[in-house]
């Protein structure tokens, strides 16, 4: 792997971690929100949305199902949860137009939050109901309207890869696919399977196809791209596989989107681009917090490990104070 390749992350991470000063009010740090969460998974929003706070962003909310709400806030009283998605099974009995109409609730209630966030990071732990997707495809246009970066996991990338357009020419989309979900991209936008050879170049294809958004392909090294430039993630992790890695990093990827973004809007000088920074600066904290993780806690590593990590491993690079 060329050196120009491999990014500094530990510079990265220094120059967009804003510093803590008692002028800035509740807010300012970032304001994210995860849509996610449905009867089967209430474990992925959680970890991507809790990880976004324990980074130093000031509030991250969950939009997710009936079901799922009452267990994710039970898990954590600093999360804002709203009750708000709804799957096939309510409507299985509505008409087309109570359904539309229940979509148009949905999309509604979202609408009433989302001129305050900074970031949306959709997919982790959405499941693929059609129905609650449907509703989703409608909350990706609306954040498109008001130029709102999103993040898109898990099954997110399900939506999107068989929805191209929600995505297409977006430059503040990041695309977050593990090994399958690339695959999955790479045949649909590209019409081939996974180039291991040059997986570099195929990336860079794959982001420019898609009109510039930015992709974060995840594996042994973490391989970012806008379609312009690729840049790669190598430090040492940890070898432990567990569930939810992936949702700490896109719960990252949206704070530090955030922070390059306000960063950039102050220096003109800054020609660098927020979504790559974001990346990089997540991809190497989870990273770090990964390895501290386990060497504290070996085999038994689990994704609440490698969160309780985070503040440390950050502190590491950019103290408070
Ligand atoms: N606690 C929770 O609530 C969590 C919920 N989550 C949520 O689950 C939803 C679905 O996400 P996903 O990641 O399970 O789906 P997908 O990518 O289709 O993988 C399915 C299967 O593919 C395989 N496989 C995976 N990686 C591979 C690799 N590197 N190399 C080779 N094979 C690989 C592997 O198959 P196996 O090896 O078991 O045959 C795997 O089981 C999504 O909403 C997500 O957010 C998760 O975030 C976790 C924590
Ligand atoms: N083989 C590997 N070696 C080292 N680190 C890895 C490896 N695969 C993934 N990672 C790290 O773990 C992070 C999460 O990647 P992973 O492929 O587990 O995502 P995921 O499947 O979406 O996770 P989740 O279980 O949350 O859905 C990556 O950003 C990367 O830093
Ligand atoms: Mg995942």
């Known amino acids: 792997m060329s050196s120009t390749l491999e990014a500094d992350a530990e510079s990265v991470l220094r120059l967009v971690t804003p510093s803590l000063d008692l002028k800035r009010h509740k807010g300012q740090a970032g304001k994210i929100a995860v849509i996610g969460g449905c009867r089967e998974y209430t474990g992925a929003p959680y970890f991507a949305a809790i990880s976004a706070l324990k ?12 079901d799922a709400a009452p267990v994710i806030k039970s898990y954590s009283p600093e999360l804002i949860v709203h009750p708000l998605l709804e799957e ?3 409507v299985s009995n509505f008409s087309e137009e109570e359904r539309r109409k ?4 949905v999309v509604g209630e979202v609408d ?15 499941g693929r109901d059609p129905f609650l997707l449907e509703c989703v495809s409608k909350i990706m246009l609306l954040a498109r309207k008001f130029n709102l970066p999103f993040v898109v996991d898990g099954d997110g990338l399900f939506l999107v890869t068989n929805s191209i357009d929600l995505v297409n020419s977006y430059p503040l989309a990041v695309l977050t696919p593990n090994v399958n979900e690339y695959k999955r991209l790479v045949l649909k936008v590209l019409n081939c399977e996974v180039d291991e050879e040059n997986p570099e170049d195929q990336l860079r294809s794959l982001a420019k196809v898609l009109g510039g958004v930015t992709i974060l392909k995840k594996g042994r090294s973490d391989l970012i791209s806008n379609g312009e ?15 939810g890695q992936g949702d700490i990093l896109s719960g990252s990827v949206a704070v530090f989107l955030s922070w390059a973004q306000q960063l950039i809007s102050g220096h003109e000088s800054l020609s660098e681009n927020p979504a790559i920074l974001g990346c990089i600066a997540a991809s190497g904290l989870l990273r770090k917090a990964a390895s501290l993780a386990f060497t504290k806690h070996k085999r038994s590593t689990l994704t609440s ?14 103290p408070a104070s």
């Not at 980074?55 to 009936?66: E, Q, R, Y």
């Not at 009433?112 to 959405?126: A, N, Q, S, Y």
């Not at 430039?229 to 940890?238: A, R």
């Open 55 to 66: 980074i130093g962003a000031d509030l991250s909310h969950v939009f997710c199902t009936k």
């Open 88 to 90: 096939s099974y309510t």
């Open 102 to 105: 229940l979509q148009e609730k």
């Open 112 to 126: 009433k939050w989302i001129e305050r966030f900074d970031c949306l990071v959709i997919g982790p732990g959405l």
């Open 229 to 243: 430039i690729v840049k790669s993630v190598s430090i040492y992790g940890s070898p432990r596989r567990c569930g």
């Open 305 to 318: 490990d490698i969160i309780a990590c985070l503040g440390e491993s950050l502190e590491g690079i950019c």
